[in-house]
């Protein structure tokens, strides 16, 4: 019985330890050096030893319980070609950060939360000296705290309030003590506040800060001078091996059961692709499906409890942190939508008014998204964008999803015959 | 980088190493001739590419340098060679 895992952070780490101590062989696909993911980026993590742990492994497309792996220095073009047969699948690929776009974000000096993060923990690297958080959500007070160990000035801007947590006194007991680790940032953060523009010419040395009504409009904005802008709203979870699978989505994550099972039989999902809902979650929901993916007898008790506590948590969180359509208030034609392809807002509402009607034939009038991030990065705002200007969602939004290729490849790899692992 | 010698951590990446330089772009856009540098950090924007001996098109968020690589800006969509 072999389980492969891939991804090594909170979730999978999770998985492979479960599979692994319910006697599956496991091997674990993570495409760090280090194994804990981006949540304990710098503090790196051990799997249990039975574990098989392939580094700087990137699983670039799955079919079925095929997986095919790529391990080496990033991008380059003399990596070893691996493939791996499975009885189950557990897949953990995590999230990136969302970012809703303005004018000036393509600028050298803009951020996202999550590379201010990367750069201070993994590296103790700040990415200015005079730094302004923005966005939405509990995720900007540990990048910020960050920022501050490696020696930044920072300001913390939520462009929503905090009253959304009130709706919710379950949810937030379980993350008091963490949210006590970040007192020392309480005469920093402003509430209802948000970069709504970047200004410089080939670097950023200015933002407009916005005061927000609570649909993100603005009431009025004044320039602060600044070195560097980090910008999180949220998270965007990493479909492209579940979606490459056929695993069924709902409300645009992966739809799992009590255990992690996906639509497709031999995979399963857990952590962020499942749901938004942060480290503890995401390990718990690991531990549940490693464990049914090694066909163990008995689901963990205490994981399926610390996955209901969880969801709680995820649900008054996306509650507490929405992002409205006040923000397309922001843009303007000239602003960049497709950073990869340099298409505007203009271009985009230019290929709407042409007819297209559909993700696919919108990407193709636009070229949006059809870039070396395939979508990643805009892909959730272009839809988004869309569907306010149709006026009806796009009937094929899962469009910007849709990557055979899971990471791009080089065409001598895909050349080369690539080794079975017995 | 570009000519200039780089004592680098190890396990720094490329883009740790020149962000600690003081450099916040090195590449430039295909249409526009824009200057990028990281955005997302952890390997999914594809904005801080770099050509590395010669190979284009490597992320330098992603990358960790080995003693002796040659690094260059990228400018535009560039072939190998």
């Known amino acids: ?422 | 980088m570009d000519g200039e010698p780089f004592d680098v951590p190890e396990g720094r990446t490329i883009a740790a190493a020149l962000i600690a330089a003081g450099r916040v772009s090195w590449r430039t856009t295909r249409a526009g001739g824009r200057p990028r540098g990281v955005f997302c950090g952890i390997g999914v924007c594809f904005d801080c590419l770099v050509v590395v001996n010669g190979v284009p098109d490597v992320r330098a968020c992603q990358r960790v340098p080995a003693d002796g690589d040659v690094v260059r800006s990228q400018r535009g969509a560039e072939l190998p060679g």
């Open chain 1, 1 to 422: 019985m072999r389980v492969v895992v891939v991804g090594g952070g909170p979730a999978g780490l999770a998985a492979a330890d479960a599979a692994a101590r319910a006697g599956a062989e496991v091997v674990l696909v993570d495409s760090e050096r280090q194994l804990g993911g981006q949540y304990h980026r710098g503090t790196a993590q051990r799997a249990d030893p039975r574990v098989r742990h392939l580094p700087e492994s990137t699983a670039w497309a799955a079919e079925g319980l095929r997986l095919h792996v790529r391990t080496g220095p990033a991008d380059s073009p003399h990596r070893t070609g691996r493939v791996l047969d499975a009885d189950a699948v557990v897949l953990a690929t995590g999230a990136h950060d969302r970012v809703v776009p303005f004018p000036g974000w393509d600028l050298p000096g803009v951020y996202t939360a999550g590379a201010a993060q990367a750069l201070a923990k993994g590296h103790g690297v700040a990415v200015g000296r005079r730094v302004v958080v923005s966005g939405t959500g509990p995720f900007l007070l540990p990048v910020a705290s960050s920022l501050l160990d490696v020696g930044a000035t920072v300001t913390v801007l939520e462009a929503n309030g905090v009253t959304g947590w009130a709706r919710h006194p379950l949810a937030v007991p379980q993350k008091l003590p963490e949210l006590a680790r970040y007192a020392r940032l309480l005469g920093r953060v402003r509430l209802r506040t948000a970069v709504v523009a970047a200004h410089g010419d080939d670097r950023v040395t200015s933002v407009t800060v916005a005061r927000l009504r609570p649909d993100w409009t603005v009431c009025d904005g004044v320039r602060v001078a600044v070195d560097a802008v980090c910008v999180g709203h949220g998270f965007t979870p990493r479909l492209d091996l579940a979606v490459g699978l056929g695993c069924d989505l709902v409300d645009g994550f992966v739809r799992v059961d009590a255990v992690g099972a996906t639509s497709v039989r031999g995979v399963y999902a857990a952590g962020e692709i499942t749901g938004i809902g942060g480290a503890d979650l995401a390990a718990a929901e690991g531990e549940v499906a490693g464990a049914a993916a090694a066909r163990a007898p008995d689901p963990p008790i205490a994981a399926l409890r610390a996955i209901r506590r969880g969801r709680r948590f995820a649900a008054a969180l996306a509650a507490a942190h929405p992002v409205p359509t006040g923000r397309h208030g922001w843009l303007t034609p000239d602003t960049l939508l497709c950073r990869c392809e340099e298409v505007t807002v203009g271009d985009l509402h230019a290929a709407l008014d042409r007819g297209a009607a559909d993700g696919r034939t919108l990407k193709l009038v636009s070229r949006a998204g059809l870039g070396p991030c395939q979508g990643r990065t805009c892909g959730r705002e272009v839809a988004d964008l869309a569907a306010a200007r149709l006026g009806h969602p796009l009937p094929d939004a899962d469009a910007f999803h849709r990557r055979p290729f899971a990471t791009p490849l080089r065409l001598g790899e895909l050349a080369q015959h690539p080794e079975e692992d017995p």
